[in-house]
């Protein structure tokens, strides 16, 4: 299903809707301040595995990334950051970027693989911010790609319907997306690394 969705005030009964899908193992599109977005609940081994499928990789290799609502529960999936990633972080945050750190024990239970990173995202964009309060843990999200060669992403949420419909349980349109993806950071060493240029802008 197409749900429209109010980007600045987004309604309390549609983002429930939102987060019941994603608890019952639902696959959701849903916009960010980047690209739009494809994903699931992280506890939800099925949803992980449609998603995989849905980006034709195995979820043992894909790099997914976690959509946080803020920095808080970073300590469940990463380890100790230094204060020099921290201060980058709470700089930068909510934006466009997505932070590539060391992750803990949690996150190889999650996808089942011997993952020993884990990219987290808190994105400047109210809808999947509020699922993700709703919800109380993080969203697993990967871009929404296009097979256009010249426009890599699809930015128009109608046309994202109208393409994976009947893949996905349900597309939200919050409204005309970007076409530049995040800005990655790979934050795993001694210093820092701009693995991608995107959007973000150190």
Same mark, same amino acid.
């Given at each position: 299903?197409?749900?429209?969705?109010? !980007?600045?005030? !987004?309604?309390?009964?549609?983002?429930?809707?939102?987060?019941?899908?994603?608890?019952?193992?639902?696959?959701?599109?849903?916009?960010?301040d980047t690209v739009y977005g494809l994903g699931c609940d992280i506890y939800q081994s099925k949803a992980i595995e449609r998603v995989a499928r849905i980006k034709g990789i %195995?979820?043992?290799?894909?790099?997914?990334?976690?959509?946080?609502?803020?920095?808080?529960?970073?300590?469940?999936?990463?380890?100790?950051?230094?204060?020099?990633?921290?201060?980058?972080? %709470?700089?930068?945050?909510?934006? !466009?970027?997505?932070?590539?750190?060391?992750?803990?024990?949690?996150? !190889?239970?999650?996808?089942?693989?011997?993952?020993?990173?884990?990219?987290?995202?808190?994105?400047?964009?109210?809808?999947?911010?509020?699922?993700?309060?709703?919800?109380?843990?993080?969203?697993?999200?990967?871009?929404?790609?296009?097979?256009?060669?010249?426009?890599?992403?699809?930015?128009?949420?109608?046309?994202?319907?109208?393409?994976?419909?009947?893949?996905?349980?349900?597309?939200?349109?919050?409204?005309?997306?970007?076409?530049?993806?995040?800005?990655?950071?790979?934050?795993?060493?001694?210093?820092?690394?701009?693995?991608?240029?995107?959007?973000?802008?150190?």
């Open positions: 299903m197409l749900l429209h969705i109010h !980007p600045e005030n !987004p309604s309390a009964r549609q983002i429930k809707m939102v987060v019941d899908c994603l608890n019952d193992a639902g696959v959701v599109i849903f916009p960010t %195995k979820k043992e290799k894909a790099n997914f990334s976690f959509i946080c609502h803020d920095l808080s529960n970073l300590a469940d999936y990463a380890r100790p950051l230094n204060n020099s990633v921290y201060k980058l972080m %709470k700089a930068t945050l909510p934006g !466009p970027f997505t932070f590539i750190l060391n992750a803990n024990s949690n996150v !190889p239970k999650i996808f089942q693989s011997k993952k020993k990173t884990v990219g987290i995202r808190v994105p400047d964009n109210k809808i999947p911010v509020e699922i993700v309060k709703e919800l109380g843990h993080p969203i697993l999200s990967t871009s929404v790609y296009d097979e256009d060669e010249i426009l890599e992403y699809t930015t128009d949420p109608e046309l994202i319907h109208e393409k994976f419909k009947d893949l996905v349980d349900i597309v939200i349109d919050g409204g005309y997306g970007d076409n530049q993806p995040s800005t990655i950071l790979d934050c795993t060493g001694e210093e820092v690394w701009v693995i991608r240029e995107g959007k973000g802008k150190i």
